[in-house]
Structure formats: C-alpha cells, structure tokens
C-alpha cells in the first residue's frame, strides 16, 4: 500500500518561509520522480515544483520560481520544499505527487502522477 504523509504545513505572515515534508512509503522511493502541487479553494490543483529521482533536475512554475527550492533524501524517503517569502496567495493545500522515473512527468498534474498525498494547509495572512 502506497501512503504519501505531508507535513510542515501552517499560518505564516506573509513574508515568512516554511519547510514543507512529504515521507513515503510502500514504493521504492529512488524509482520516483516526485512533485508539490497546489490547490487554492476554487481552483484547479496546479504545479508547483518537481524533482526527479537522483534529485540533479528541478522545475518550478513561474509563480514559486526563486522562492521555493525542493530537494529529496532517498534514504528518508522524503522530498523537502523549503518556501521563502511566502505571499498571500500562496495559501493553498499543498499536495506530493510521485511519479515513474520513466513516465512523462512535468509540473501538470496529470496522469503520469501516480500517487497523491492527502496535502497539507498553507495559509499566509497579509
């Protein structure tokens, strides 16, 4: 059984940073790429950033790039984004997303992403 647990969620000001945590477990986590996605109440879930297994490719969508850095531990398998400056409209439910190293993965959050998390709640006040 795959579970994803996400973690580091919470209220921040705006200007702040965060940690945010994704542990999986059930998969060989080195066969993964994995992925952040986001989801604003009354939006579709978007990309946020993505890592591939070893962890040497990053992207990020336009909105985090320069503010969120992933990175992974595969011995804790685990994936990290660190957030800095968080803005206002960065709350959102935050969701890890793996992916098969060798499928079609990118920042949509399409099929290729196989597992999902349950996410967790970013709220940044103003």
């Known amino acids: 059984h795959v579970q994803g647990v996400e973690s580091g969620g919470g209220l921040v000001q705006a200007g702040g940073s965060l940690r945010l945590y994704c542990t999986a477990t059930g998969l060989t986590f080195d066969d993964y790429a994995m992925g952040w996605f986001l989801q604003a109440p009354g939006t579709e879930r978007a990309g946020g950033t993505c890592?591939?297994?070893?962890?040497?490719?990053?992207s990020y969508a336009d909105s985090v790039k320069g503010r969120f850095i992933i990175s992974r531990d595969n011995d804790k398998n685990t994936v990290y984004p660190q957030i800095y400056s968080l803005k206002p409209e960065d709350t959102a439910m935050y969701y890890c997303?793996?992916?098969?190293?060798?499928?079609?993965?990118?920042?949509?959050?399409?099929?290729?992403?196989?597992?999902w998390g349950q996410g967790t709640q970013v709220t940044v006040s103003s």
């Open positions: 890592i591939n297994w070893v962890g040497r490719i990053t």
């Open positions: 997303a793996a992916a098969l190293s060798g499928s079609r993965w990118s920042l949509q959050p399409g099929s290729s992403w196989r597992y």
